[in-house]
């Protein structure tokens, strides 16, 4: 198990609350938004941490944080930046759903060569105008393949689930911030 050091004092002596940080790589939100399914939960939730880099905040670079929360497989440039800069600024790591976990829904173009899905896409999808395959600089360039998040860093903990549910995540959440060995229950950890 990766332990959460003791937190930081302030200026003040006050105890600094453990900071949270989350990113979606190549995701669709899913597992932030069951995130919110938490409900009134989320209130105890922000008594507990602060927020850094997270679609609820406004920041947009990561900072030093203790646990990271990572939704998405890895399938472009910009996604390999992301995940590297997590893992120097996290202490504790996490893989969110089956996409972090084993490329999931993205990773499905695996079976194709990126030249077949890009031509597919742009060029033979149905109802293409003007067909071209997008080159802009500023589009992140795609990878060959999606790779699990752990194929590119160190990961600490790995929440699989389409998403994982709201009692899942919360369950973790409270298990690692008391520094306890994570215990789910049967009934937070089968899919069938
Ligand atoms: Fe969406 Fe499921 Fe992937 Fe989460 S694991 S990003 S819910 S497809």
């Known amino acids: ?3 959460m050091t003791d ?6 002596g006050e105890k600094q609350k453990p900071r949270i940080a989350t990113a979606a790589l190549c995701g669709c939100f899913g597992c932030h938004m069951s995130f919110l399914d938490i409900d009134e939960r989320i209130l105890q939730l922000v008594e507990l941490v602060e927020f850094d880099r997270s679609p609820i905040t406004d920041i947009k670079e990561v900072g030093p944080c203790d646990i990271g929360l ?3 497989g890895v399938a472009n440039a910009e996604n390999v930046e992301v995940l590297r800069d997590f893992r120097r600024h996290c202490k504790i790591l996490v893989a969110v759903g089956a996409c972090a976990v084993n490329g999931g829904v993205p990773a499905m173009r695996n079976q194709f060569e990126l030249k077949e899905c890009l031509v597919e896409a742009y060029i033979n999808g149905i109802g293409v105008e003007n067909p071209q395959i997008p080159d802009d600089p500023e589009i ?3 990878l060959d393949k999606v790779h699990p998040v752990h194929e590119v860093v160190k990961i600490d903990y790995f929440l ?3 998403p994982p549910s709201a009692d899942t995540l919360w369950t973790f959440l409270n298990e690692i ?3 306890e060995e994570i215990t789910f229950p049967y009934s ?5």
């Not at 937190?7 to 003040?12: I, K």
Request: proline share 8%.
């Open 160 to 162: 699989p689930g389409c």
């Open 1 to 3: 198990m990766t332990e």
């Open 140 to 142: 992140p360039l795609l």
């Open 188 to 192: 937070l950890i089968h899919y069938d």
């Open 7 to 12: 937190n930081t004092v302030n200026e003040s």
């Open 70 to 72: 990572i939704e998405g």
């Open 177 to 179: 911030l008391a520094g």
